[in-house]
């Protein structure tokens, strides 16, 4: 015992010989040191100006806690009836973000198409997305597509209390929608004038993807006055701010802010070949969002001023092509009949330089400014006529040739059915020996997809027993309609009278 007790007496000794004389006998060997702090020194190494042109650190913490408060998450809920006839209806519905997810994505959320095969059985759909708070009375700005067809709309706001939405109007054209909940004293955020915003302007994304709730990214606006063909409505426009922020599934109807937390945009669209972000967001700007929101509020139905042509851009190919002695501004196809182009004397291959002293470049960039104005309002045009440049005046007119606006309950009711309407031709309603009719032109998701097998082509002659000849009397015979309706009509290619019904 004695004898291991000295051996280790020994080692110990040796051992603190060798820690003391290793740094005399190499002076040059490295040790490591490691810091280890309570809170990084350096906040940021990026920089930007504040509004006194100072230079400070660029730091998104303040605006993110300040915008998070006034974007909500959307849970819509949709049941639809699938028939034997028409398992897979829901793969032909308009929607924004078809092109761009793979079916799937698809699959993921809603199962398998064999699970969605029950004949005569109600299919329930959740979709979920994002939206905006606009005012301190619970009014919020989200895209349609997230709230198209839904039967009920649960909103959440940032700090966890959930409301029920009640749809104040939409708007297919721009994949708008109003919505509100009854509750007052939220945080809102203020619009800004998008024209202003500036490409490699700092932008922050913010919204609820993949259900992750007030996720906030950064990035930079790349362009503006984007056309991307992704909205399927027949008045689509599109004239979308792209940024680099990070958008994905779930942020559609989110917020797009400028660094001092105003509303630049409304998060729409990705271009993506996976269905998840790829670099490539698109936003409605401000300035339509605000226009939209004011008509949806003020008549429930949007005022939308058109000129009644058909354009493209000019380039040097179409400026060589057509001769043209501008290689800039948006050239003329084509001028409809009764259209307030026509009115003002603007003519095929024109080409419009100028709205109201704003230069015109592109397609997009014209119908934006357009998509601003109501019926009746009047604007001053400068074109390129060979080598003439002209000044005209037009009076913008409805869709249906006509100053006037439109009417409410008209427009609502045809966007409660999901369906464009058009007369029948004379010579089609004398060849199926009927008095006239209205054609489904085209189906939406709405009442008639929802609850009826009805095809488009569908020539409806009778409503409740009411005979229809055009789609003024159509929209007579529903309007203030409630409960169910029976609507009866042929089809040019089919035997026989055929009967629908839904509930309104």
Known sequence: MKSYFISGIVALVVTLGVIWAAPQILPNAKTLKIEHLDGAPVKSSLYTLNENNEIVPLDFTDIAEKVMDAVV???????????????????????????????????????PPDQRQFPDQPQVRIGTGSGVIINDEGYIVTNNHVISNADDIEVTLHDNRV???????????????????KENGLHSLPFVNSDEVR?????????????????????????KSRNINILRDQ??????????????????????????????????????????????????????????????????????????????GVDGNLAKEKDLEVNRGVFIDSVAENSAALDAGIKVG????????????????????????????????KIARGKQQLDLKVE?????????????????????????????????????????????????????????????????????????????????????????????????DLPGDYYYAFGL
């Not at 490409?199 to 606006?221: C, D």
């Not at 989110?254 to 070949?273: D, M, R």
């Open 396 to 492: 913008l007119k409805n869709r249906e040739g006509e100053v006037k606006f439109l009417a409410k309950n008209r427009e609502e009711i045809f966007n409660v059915l999901g369906a464009e309407f058009e007369d029948v031709e004379k010579d089609v309603a004398k060849k199926l020996e009927i008095e006239g009719g209205v054609r489904v032109k085209k189906l939406y998701p709405g009442k008639l997809t929802k609850h009826t097998e009805i095809r488009e082509g569908f020539i409806i002659t009778k409503v409740d027993g009411q005979v229809i000849k055009n789609t003024e009397e159509l929209a007579k015979a529903l309007e203030n309609k409630k409960g169910g309706v029976l609507i009866e009509g042929v089809y040019e």
């Open 73 to 111: 998450h959307i849970k819509s809920t949709h049941t639809e009836n699938y028939s034997s006839r028409q398992p897979q209806q829901y793969r032909e519905l308009p929607d924004p973000f078809r092109d761009f997810f793979r079916d799937d994505f698809f699959d993921q959320f809603f199962g």
């Open 235 to 312: 008045y689509a426009i599109e004239s979308f701010i792209q940024t680099d922020a990070a958008i994905n599934p779930g942020n559609s109807g989110g917020a797009l802010v400028n660094l001092q937390g105003g509303l630049i945009g409304i998060s729409t669209a990705i271009a993506s070949p996976t269905g998840s972000y790829a670099g490539y967001g698109f936003a409605v700007p401000s300035n339509i969002v605000n226009k939209v929101v004011d008509d949806l509020f003020k008549y429930g139905v949007v005022q939308r001023g058109y000129l009644g042509v058909t354009i493209r």
């Open 199 to 223: 490409v490699g302007e700092w932008v922050l994304a913010v919204g609820n993807p993949f259900n992750l709730n007030s996720t906030v990214t950064a990035g930079i606006v790349s362009a």
């Open 350 to 381: 024109d080409v419009i330089l100028k709205i109201d002293d704003v230069e015109v470049s592109t397609a997009p960039e014209l119908q934006e400014i357009i998509a601003r104005h109501r019926p009746g309002d009047q604007l001053n045009l």
């Open 163 to 181: 409301y029920k939405a009640t749809v104040i109007g939409t708007d297919p054209s721009t994949d708008l929608a109003l919505i509100q909940v």
